[in-house]
T-cell receptor, first 116, second 112 residues
Framework: GAVVSQHPSRVICKSGTSVKIECRSL??????MFWYRQFPKQSLMLMAT?????????EQGVEKDKFLINHASLTLSTLTVTSAHPEDSSFYIC????????????FGQGTRLTVV | QQQVKQSPQSLIVQKGGIPIINCAYE??????FPWYQQFPGKGPALLIA?????SEKKEGRFTISFNKSAKQFSLHIMDSQPGDSATYFC???????????FGGGTRVLVKP
């Protein structure tokens, strides 16, 4: 299957700082990328959908100014958690699809964010 | 209408047994039904997927059964192994590019 690389896999940051997570499609052009948040022993919760060159579409209840999503190229999307607080600590996962060529959703390895 | 209900939440089988996980959906616009396997601390990995025009699909030891009229689909893991111990998620989606709707997940433990 297609490869989606997410970086970093783990990050610890201080409360009040910002953290950027990268999601790259390595062997296909990702026309659509999705960002999820997952709490322990729970399912994936969709945060936002981003299409290359367009503004992200956020799910209800997700703060746009706190979770900044950029999808500037067909192989890279970034999620920036701004002014992080301990309650933002979670497992963040991206997925990517490549339009007509790659219709399945392939997931990154996930990023464990801990805010101290 | 957007929900996908998955059961059971967890199950334990002996090595060689056949864990069966069931999912039900309401939205008739869904036409793509993937299953994902997730190990602790890792992202979900696509296991197998089916579309409504077939009633069964097999890939290795994994089989999806699909019942369009009942709006249900299930995953069977044949000859299960301890290495299959993971959380399994069903999902559903309309056209490509639309968001996936996930089930709640099933934690499977295969005992040696």
């Amino acid at each position: 299957g297609a490869v989606v690389s997410q970086h970093p896999s783990r990050v610890i940051c201080k409360s009040g700082t910002s953290v950027k997570i990268e999601c790259r499609s390595l062997d296909f052009q990702a026309t659509t990328m999705f960002w999820y948040r997952q709490f322990p022993k729970q399912s994936l919760m969709l945060m936002a959908t981003s299409n290359e060159g367009s503004k992200a579409t956020y799910e209800q209840g997700v703060e746009k100014d706190k979770f900044l999503i950029n999808h500037a190229s067909l192989t890279l999307s970034t999620l920036t958690v701004t002014s992080a607080h301990p309650e933002d600590s979670s497992f963040y996962i991206c997925s990517a699809e490549g339009g007509a060529l790659v219709t399945e959703a392939f997931f990154g390895q996930g990023t464990r964010l801990t805010v101290v | 209408q957007q929900q996908v209900k998955q059961s059971p939440q967890s199950l334990i089988v002996q090595k060689g047994g056949i864990p069966i996980i069931n999912c039900a959906y309401e939205n008739t616009a869904f036409d793509y039904f993937p299953w994902y396997q997730q190990f602790p601390g890792k992202g979900p990995a696509l296991l197998i997927a089916i579309r409504p025009d077939v009633s069964e699909k097999k890939e290795g030891r994994f089989t999806i059964s699909f019942n369009k009229s009942a709006k249900q689909f299930s995953l069977h893991i044949m000859d299960s192994q301890p290495g299959d111990s993971a959380t399994y998620f069903c999902a559903a989606r309309g056209a490509a590019g639309n968001k996936l709707t996930f089930g709640g997940g099933t934690r499977v433990l295969v005992k040696p």
